[in-house]
Nanobody, 125 residues
Framework: EVQLVESGGGLVQVGGSLRLSCAAS????????IGWFRQVPGKEREGVAC????????EYADSVRGRFTISRDNAKFTVYLQMNSLKPEDTAIYYC??????????????????WGQGTQVTVSS
């Protein structure tokens, strides 16, 4: 059974940091790109960052570039999203997703095959 489980969300003040984790199981993790997406109720889902199965050439949304860093540890079947200098507009439910691409990744959600249940991130001002 394929599973993606997000953790690490919570409440943080403006300017603070959080690290989200996405733990994967049930598929060939090394072969899959992993993306992080976020969604606020009533708004469209936004691709935040992604990393290829190879672990190279991460992609970031303009809204988070320079503040967020995506990384992966294939030995632990886990992808991380380090979020620094958080802003109120970063408040959302954050989801990780898996797409079978080894050499590159995309922040288009339609590319992704498997999705986690999400973790809430709230940034208070």
């Amino acid at each position: 059974e394929v599973q993606l489980v997000e953790s690490g969300g919570g409440l943080v003040q403006v300017g603070g940091s959080l690290r989200l984790s996405c733990a994967a199981s049930g598929f060939s993790f090394d072969d899959y790109a992993i993306g992080w997406f976020r969604q606020v109720p009533g708004k469209e889902r936004e691709g935040v960052a992604c990393i290829s199965g190879k672990g190279s050439t991460p992609e970031y949304a303009d809204s988070v570039r320079g503040r967020f860093t995506i990384s992966r540890d294939n030995a632990k079947f886990t992808v991380y999203l380090q979020m620094n200098s958080l802003k109120p507009e970063d408040t959302a439910i954050y989801y990780c997703a898996a797409d079978r691409r080894y050499y590159y990744c995309s922040n288009f959600g339609s590319w992704y095959e498997y999705w986690g249940q999400g973790t809430q991130v709230t940034v208070s001002s």
